[in-house]
């Protein structure tokens, strides 16, 4: 299984990103996929995630300390790709954003117990 995140770079203050994280060897949809944000220094942070409940309907997740409504998880499963689209950006938005996958499907922590599979990263830095 592979992971490969696209959509970082320089971005002013109030502006917006959309991160990609391409998913192959698997199906996105297999396990829960979360996005993480690492500041140097500090421990990853659990952004977002997406997985599917047992009705196979998409369940999401995110941590309202950090994204505050400006974030939305989406995953597109015929191209097999977990989106992040956020919004509103600042300086504090700043960091490296990594997706993950995960061994379950049906509860997504935003921790990063459990995620076995990581991508490379992409950077963001908001001005």
């Known amino acids: 299984v592979q992971l490969v995140e696209s959509g970082g770079g320089l971005v002013q203050a109030g502006g917006s990103l959309t991160f990609s994280c391409a998913v192959s060897?698997?199906?996105?949809?297999?396990?829960?996929v979360a996005w993480f944000r690492e500041v140097p220094g500090l421990d990853r942070d659990g952004v977002a995630a997406?997985?599917?409940?047992?009705?196979?309907?998409?369940?999401?997740?995110y941590d309202r300390r950090l994204v505050k409504g400006r974030s939305t998880i989406s995953r597109d499963n015929a191209q097999n790709v977990v989106y992040l689209q956020m919004k509103s950006l600042t300086p504090e938005d700043t960091g490296t954003y990594f997706c993950?996958?995960?061994?379950?499907?049906?509860?997504?922590?935003?921790?990063?117990?459990?995620?076995?599979?990581w991508g490379q990263g992409t950077q963001v830095t908001v001005s």
């Open positions: 993950a996958k995960h061994t379950t499907r049906d509860f997504c922590p935003l921790t990063v117990w459990g995620y076995d599979t």
């Open positions: 060897g698997d199906s996105a949809g297999s396990s829960c």
């Open positions: 997406i997985g599917t409940d047992v009705r196979g309907v998409a369940t999401t997740y």
